[in-house]
């Protein structure tokens, strides 16, 4: 490991100055999500919180405090004029009495959180926007595509304290070193293999896949003997965070695609907590990230809570999975 800090890394990159300090307090905030996370059976945080978000999903203990602990440090950086998560119906302004800047900042500040109880990693996952005006914001300020992300964060509470980041000069890669309590550059410019023989997707949705999926997973499946000539791997941890570290770290192809299972929802991971922020740093480390009928960071988004499918990773293996779904609408009829 290299003896460079995340605030070395930024200001050898010549990060712009307010910017460099916003991703230095998310780093730290991430510190402390590590610390409770581990932690968690001791402080009496595991376990249901006993209700459900705005997308009608139970919510963890740990999903509300983590969300918590963001909004609290962020609010007192002085750089922020709004912040918009998964666990919150509408964003959270910064109250009058506080310094304001010029960033909005979106989180999912618990990824993988049904995991959180069995001990396997979870994350958080940031996206930093341009805050159009520092007073009055709403929640359309954040509709911004991923395209026009300043930068994107995400870090893993596994067996190591792992983070990434991107502001559009490639990906790189932080751990934390517990003596010091520094983030410290272990990866510069990761760049993810193009070509993969090992999926993530969960399975147990097959009947409920668009064809294409349906078709392309088949294939892989089928192995050497099928036209794919490859004999592949699966890995399904139920975290994004874990299973894109694992993809930025061997290769690999991750999926959570648009299915027929509910047809209120286009897919089930979030456009701009999750889709968003992790596609940026995919692309930065030289893959692909795709809802399977274009690219996620051109879409423009119509709500703060809008879903996704989503297609991911490696350049050559995303690419193939892309060609089956040439000839199919995005609802999944033929074209
Ligand atoms: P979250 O914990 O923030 O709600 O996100 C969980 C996501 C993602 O991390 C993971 O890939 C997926 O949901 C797992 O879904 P299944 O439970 O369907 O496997
Ligand atoms: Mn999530
Ligand atoms: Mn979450």
Known sequence: M????????????NTETQLARLLVEVAESCKIIADTVQRGPFLGVMGQAGNTNVQGEEQKKLDIITNDILIEHMQDTGLLAGMASE?????????????????????DPLDGSS??????????IVSVLAAPKKDSIADEDFLQKGSEQLAAVYCTYGASTILLFTTGQGSHEFVLEKDSNEFMLMVENIQLPADTKEFAINASN????????????????????????????????????????????????????RDHKDLSKVGKLRLLYE??????IIEQSGGVASTGYKRIMDIQPEGLHQRVGVIMGSKNEVATALSYHQNFNEDGSTK
């Open 115 to 124: 995991n959180v109880d069995v001990n396997i990693a979870v994350g958080t």
């Open 87 to 107: 666990e919150m119906d509408h964003h959270y302004a910064i109250p009058a009495d506080k310094d304001k800047g010029d960033f909005l900042l979106v989180f």
């Open 2 to 13: 290299s003896a460079i800090t995340l605030a070395d890394f930024l200001a050898k990159q």
């Open 275 to 280: 889709a968003n922020p992790m596609g940026f």
């Open 206 to 257: 097959q009947r409920h896949w668009q064809a294409p999926v349906k078709n392309y997973i088949a294939d892989c499946i089928a192995g050497e003997e099928g036209p794919l000539h490859k004999n592949y791997n699966m890995r399904w941890v139920a975290s994004m965070v874990a299973e894109l570290y694992r993809v930025m770290c061997r290769g690999g192809i991750f999926m959570y695609p």
